[in-house]
């Protein structure tokens, strides 16, 4: 058969879809500027600097059951959120990282052609997942700030209207939405799917409330401040019945047994983590202080770990390009809503000293 018979074979609403964009892999930079591995920085994916725990990588390196399907009932890892969480294991559900938890809630909710409200601009999976559902994306712009606009979701449901979705801290711009304001979306009675990825970050969480609420689910990870991004580890916190739903549509096998260690050793080693959490706090500020002395750039305050910036002098397509060959790895964004604009994750002091060298190198070529 040919392409063109394939392609005739696909399901239509997805031949035009386009993918989630991921950030480039530091191998595959090194290879394009030859710079060593070690030597790139790599501030565009809003990993954790520092790595996961010392204990993880100890116990990954004498786990002796590598052979042994995971449980597909998640009955330990379960019990291990509930107490980080203080949430009951009936509430939890964990998955191949957060996102894969999205479109698990979406196929849940989401029939061809029902609404799904989402506060623009935003997490791109969140579009990306609805797509694939065949769902209808109604997009309501966040105002200049990106800040919730409370009263233009809730006018923009309709009887079609299945579930609103919201970054809490927003990304890519770090946008907090406060807890009020998220309790008067749930007291429509709409689902309402809060993902609070960077939570650690923000100090800020409404984990606790899904026991109030029937509507209410809120979506952590381990991936940014447990510094498990390549183990692929999310759990949601979702009403019993959701959660029942969920895990019996689920595939059997969503987590990891090398993902399960190593949230058991994150959470047996927290006085760590937190702490290499409030270092990188303590840098996403001062990074803000930094950015702030370019004149032409715009950062706007953030709650999670990086910084988004409008570009107010020149290309953000260019000055990613710039640092990129400088083997400085940073996100721009030339879409609706984030013209000419970049975020750059909070990493290491000396990642921050050599960025903001490199961008001030970059200020002198584009005021010259």
């Not at 995971?70 to 980080?84: H, S």
């Not at 579930?163 to 429509?188: H, M, R, S, Y």
Request: glycine content about 8%; aromatic content about 8%.
């Amino acid at each position: 058969m040919s392409e063109e018979g394939i392609a005739r074979l696909i399901r239509p609403s997805l031949v035009a879809v386009g993918g989630y964009v991921a950030g480039k892999p530091r191998e595959t930079l090194a290879e394009e500027v030859e710079i060593p591995v070690e030597g790139i920085i790599k501030l565009n994916s809003n990993e954790n600097p520092y790595g996961c725990s010392p204990r993880v990588n100890q116990a990954l390196s004498t786990y002796p059951y590598f052979n042994i399907y995971p449980d597909a009932k998640q009955t330990e890892l379960r019990k291990l959120l509930q107490g980080y969480t203080g949430v009951g294991a009936e509430h939890i559900v964990a998955g191949n990282g957060s996102d894969q938890l999205i479109d698990l809630v979406l196929h849940l909710f989401v029939a061809p052609g029902d609404e799904v409200i989402n506060c623009v601009p935003t997490f791109d999976i969140f579009r990306f997942s609805t797509q694939m559902c065949n769902g209808k994306l109604v997009e309501v712009p966040r105002d200049e700030n990106y800040t919730v606009d409370v009263s233009a979701v809730k006018r923009a449901i309709t009887k079609k209207t299945k579930i609103i979705l919201l970054a809490n801290p927003n990304n890519p711009t770090g946008t907090l939405t406060p807890q009020k304001d998220i309790l008067e979306l749930v007291d429509t009675g709409v689902p309402v799917l809060a993902d609070e990825a960077y939570a650690e970050f923000s100090g800020e969480t409404v984990t606790r409330l899904v026991t109030q609420y029937k509507n209410l689910m809120v979506l952590r990870t381990f991936s940014k401040w447990a510094g498990l991004a390549g183990l692929r580890i999310g759990f949601g916190i979702f009403p019993p019945k959701i959660a029942e739903y969920l895990l019996r549509i689920k595939l059997p096998f969503t987590t990891n047994v090398a993902a399960v260690v190593a949230v058991r050793e994150s959470l047996a080693d927290l006085d760590y983590l937190l702490d290499r959490v409030r270092a990188i706090v303590a840098e996403r500020e001062r990074l803000f202080g930094e950015l702030n002395k370019l004149k032409w750039l715009k950062p706007f305050p953030s709650q999670a770990n990086f910084i988004f910036c409008h570009v107010l002098k020149g290309k953000a397509s260019e000055i990613q390009q710039e640092l990129q060959n400088k083997g400085i790895l940073v996100r721009y964004f030339d879409l609706p809503l984030l013209r000419n604009s970049i975020r750059i994750t909070a990493g290491k002091p000396e990642h921050t000293d050599a960025l903001i060298k490199a961008l001030r190198e970059l200020g002198g070529e584009i005021d010259g």
